[in-house]
């Protein structure tokens, strides 16, 4: 069974462009999870879907960020426009149930220049 | 506030010796505790989860305690081998609104040596 899939493993963007990070779960898993972690500091909540809909968002740091899950499958996040502080690694999870295991993806590294 | 603090921030130990991992939260309503290795370059993989009721558990050479009272956790590795190289991150899930949100600690990067 194919684990959580993520592309870019890499991105190296200039400030004010745009990138779109891609997450494709594991196969019948509802919940999605984008996390990310900035600056060697603790990985932190972005937010939720449970299929195509947004659970929590609370953890999305502003409007440049925009997620989506259409048809309830893969998710894009997009960093639109990208700025210096947005560099990190920003991971997926997915799991079968809410309250469930979740497993994460080998994570996008974003490098904004 | 909802917190995960970890230590220490990097620990080096000689292959074959044992190490424990330090974990103190303060989370609230507390769900479960899990620890993750992540390997450098790859995502998070899961080691244990225990819930209120579980005081330790076991996972191969890694075993993970908890105290629900003092809010502690500790992730004890024994016969440590170069590939526990690795960050090791304190995960706490707060059950927040019918579902379980994680947060994370810093986690603690430990390196084998031969």
């Known amino acids: 069974e194919a684990g959580v899939t993520q592309f870019p493993s890499h991105s190296v963007i200039e400030k004010g462009q745009t990138v779109t990070l891609r997450c494709d779960p594991i196969s019948g898993h509802d919940n999605l999870y984008w996390y990310r972690r900035v600056m060697g500091k603790e990985i932190k909540f972005l937010l939720h879907f449970v299929k195509e809909s947004k659970q929590d968002e609370s953890g999305m740091p502003n409007n440049r960020f925009l997620a989506e899950r259409t048809g309830g499958t893969y998710s894009t996040l997009k960093v639109q426009p990208a700025e210096l502080e947005d560099s990190g690694v920003y991971f997926c999870?997915?799991?079968?149930?809410?309250?469930?295991?979740?497993?994460f993806g080998q994570g996008t590294r974003l490098t904004v220049v | 506030k909802n917190q995960v603090e970890q230590s220490p921030q990097s620990l080096i130990i000689l292959e074959g010796k044992n190490c424990t991992l330090q974990?103190?939260?303060?989370?609230?309503?507390?769900?479960?505790l899990r620890w993750y290795k992540q390997d450098t370059g790859r995502g998070p993989v899961s080691l244990t989860i225990?819930?209120?009721?579980?005081n330790t558990k076991s996972n191969g050479r890694y075993t993970a305690t908890l105290d629900a009272d003092t809010k502690q956790s500790s992730l004890h590795i024994t016969a440590s081998q170069l590939s526990d190289s690795a960050s090791y991150i304190c995960?706490?899930?707060?059950?927040?609104?019918?579902?379980?949100?994680?947060?994370f600690g810093a986690g603690t990067r430990l390196a084998v040596h031969p």
């Open positions: 974990c103190n939260y303060t989370v609230s309503p507390f769900s479960n």
């Open positions: 225990m819930t209120f009721s579980e």
């Open positions: 999870a997915s799991s079968q149930e809410m309250n469930t295991e979740a497993f």
């Open positions: 995960v706490v899930s707060a059950s927040l609104g019918g579902y379980n949100k994680l947060i």
